[in-house]
């Protein structure tokens, strides 16, 4: 599995074969194609690792007792996280575009973000009901669209880690990793959206 994902990782789903794999992981074709048949199958079973992998750190995050806002940052930065120094995550995300429908009957759904999406979005609905409170939303914030900042700022870290040193001269690198670029814009947020001070939240950014 972890050549598997390594490939995946590198050349994406088209850009991979079954004899690519098979030889990264040191072992005949036979003994690969038995426990998966096509390299669809395996795909599959590359993105069900990697959101599992997602699943465990996220729900460790919720566990945090810790306002509904500071969780759903930490969740986002964890997912950064993740994509930095998991390749079984960065597999899943990548083939979650990548990979051709229909899946096999018994494939998980192949989007990877079902595993933090729905958190994300209860966390922020919650923050917005705490609107007014010191550790919670400015009054008038809209837990929808900070839902929806949190998805692209995740997805601008998978960009960021898989562009990383390959970005033509001249153009804009501010030289931080994505966990840190991503600290740093939150925040810049963080200001316009909670009564706290920012400082409050720096836990959450690391």
Sequence with gaps: MQAASTQFDRAGYEGTT???INKMAGISMGALTFHFPTKQALAAAVQEQGRAVVRDAVAVVVSRPRPALAIGVAVTVTLARLLEESVEVRAAARLARECPLPLPPSSPSPVWSVEWMPVLHDLFRRAG???????????????????ALAAHLVAGAEIHIRGHGRRPPGSFDTGAGAVAQLAQIWRVVLRGLIVKNVSEYEQDLV
């Excluded at 009901?129 to 839902?147: K, N, Q, V």
Aim: glycine fraction near 14%; hydrophobic fraction near 20%.
């Design 129 to 147: 009901e705490e609107s007014g409170e010191d550790c919670g939303l400015r009054p008038g914030s809209d837990p929808e669209a900070l839902t």
């Design 18 to 20: 079954l004899t690519q």
